[in-house]
């Protein structure tokens, strides 16, 4: 369940109520109630309860129109390790032809660079943008913040667009538009993108993308809250999973993707908008340069 369909399921007017009141005693700006959430109450449309919030609600919902799929396209995948080996299973569950040598790149519709950092990745991404044809889709994961710097350094950022896989064995795409990507570019990298089987989200090109810039800042407040000793790592993984009805807790989630990469996100969020609660939580860092989880 999305944030918004939740906040509709709860009652805008009691998010709105609870926000107020965190607010009132934490003065931290995070905690101020958006101002589309106030309007929203004002206006009395307050989610589910009224049939309105951020989301209509019919009660005769019209099914969803089945579409023939298109062929799958033929993918190169640039780069080694778990990720890359990831995207190869991706793209052998949807029946897409795979090019991992430049004379197979020639013939590809989307190349996307599955490197483990982002030095290696320009200079596979250099390689391989020699090989491509004109008008290839390139895809790049390894992005220090954001993909614009990825893709100028291809020489040809109009073909590039950031891709992020929350779950490189899940259906998520989360796919960014740089301000030099060509519009139609855009449009095919998501077609190609669908046509893997992948549900595509589309954003800005920010750091964290959609889920890591709200995700992180909020397993990073809960290792700030157990560095802190409010409450230890079992009770706050309790209190989201049997209070908030998440699946996993967060410490148990921070422990899932790893110290170093929750703080390797936090930082690339705290450097582009300098806001003091994304700097990662002092145990979080100290647990990542000890390479530890936090239990």
Same mark, same amino acid.
Do not use: W
């Given at each position: 369940? =999305?944030? !918004?369909? #939740?906040?509709?399921?709860?009652?805008?007017?009691?998010?709105?109520?609870?926000?107020?009141?965190?607010?009132?005693?934490?003065?931290?700006?995070?905690?101020?109630?958006?101002?589309?959430?106030?309007?929203?109450? *004002?206006? &009395?449309?307050? %989610?589910?309860?009224? %049939?309105?919030? !951020?989301?209509?609600? @019919?009660?005769?919902?019209?099914?969803?129109?089945?579409?023939?799929?298109?062929? /799958?396209?033929?993918? %190169?995948?640039?780069?080694?390790?778990?990720?890359?080996?990831?995207?190869?299973?991706?793209?052998?569950?949807?029946?897409?032809?795979?090019?991992?040598?430049?004379?197979?790149? $020639? %013939?590809?519709?989307?190349?996307?660079?599955?490197?483990?950092?982002?030095?290696?990745?320009?200079?596979?991404?250099?390689?391989?943008?020699?090989? /491509?044809?004109? =008008? *290839?889709?390139?895809?790049?994961?390894?992005?220090?913040?954001?993909?614009?710097?990825?893709?100028?350094?291809? =020489?040809?950022?109009?073909?590039?667009? &950031?891709?992020?896989?929350?779950?490189?064995?899940?259906?998520?795409?989360?796919?960014?538009?740089?301000?030099?990507?060509?519009? @139609?570019?855009?449009?095919?990298?998501?077609?190609?993108?669908?046509?893997?089987?992948?549900?595509?989200?589309?954003?800005?090109?920010?750091? &964290? !993308?959609?889920? @890591?810039?709200?995700?992180?800042?909020?397993?990073?407040?809960?290792?700030?809250?157990?560095?802190?000793?409010?409450? @230890?790592?079992?009770?706050?993984?309790?209190?989201?999973?049997? =209070?908030?009805?998440?699946?996993?807790? +967060?410490?148990?989630?921070?422990?899932?993707?790893?110290?170093?990469?929750?703080?390797?996100?936090?930082?690339?969020?705290? $450097?582009? *908008?300098?806001? +003091?609660?994304?700097?990662?939580?002092?145990?979080?860092?100290?647990?990542?340069?000890?390479?530890?989880? #936090?239990?």
């Amino acid at each position: 369940m =999305g944030p !918004f369909t #939740l906040m509709d399921l709860i009652g805008l007017d009691t998010c709105l109520e609870v926000l107020d009141a965190i607010y009132a005693e934490s003065r931290d700006r995070r905690h101020a109630a958006s101002p589309l959430l106030r309007e929203l109450v *004002t206006a &009395g449309l307050l %989610g589910r309860k009224t %049939g309105r919030g !951020f989301y209509t609600y @019919d009660k005769s919902e019209n099914a969803e129109e089945e579409t023939a799929q298109a062929a /799958a396209p033929t993918v %190169g995948v640039v780069g080694v390790g778990p990720l890359a080996d990831a995207v190869a299973a991706l793209c052998d569950r949807a029946g897409a032809r795979v090019g991992d040598s430049a004379a197979k790149l $020639a %013939g590809c519709d989307l190349i996307i660079e599955a490197a483990e950092d982002p030095e290696a990745a320009r200079a596979l991404l250099s390689a391989a943008v020699r090989a /491509a044809a004109p =008008g *290839t889709v390139i895809a790049v994961t390894s992005v220090d913040g954001s993909a614009i710097r990825q893709a100028m350094a291809t =020489g040809r950022p109009s073909d590039v667009v &950031g891709l992020h896989l929350p779950d490189p064995a899940g259906a998520l795409a989360e796919m960014s538009a740089t301000v030099a990507t060509a519009p @139609d570019v855009a449009d095919r990298a998501e077609d190609l993108l669908a046509r893997l089987g992948l549900t595509v989200v589309r954003c800005r090109d920010r750091a &964290g !993308f959609i889920v @890591d810039a709200l995700r992180l800042p909020y397993l990073n407040d809960a290792a700030a809250m157990l560095g802190a000793g409010y409450a @230890d790592a079992d009770s706050i993984d309790a209190a989201m999973r049997l =209070g908030c009805g998440y699946p996993t807790g +967060p410490i148990a989630d921070l422990d899932r993707i790893g110290p170093e990469r929750a703080v390797t996100v936090l930082r690339a969020l705290h $450097a582009e *908008t300098r806001d +003091p609660a994304l700097a990662p939580a002092p145990l979080l860092v100290e647990h990542a340069t000890a390479g530890k989880p #936090l239990r």
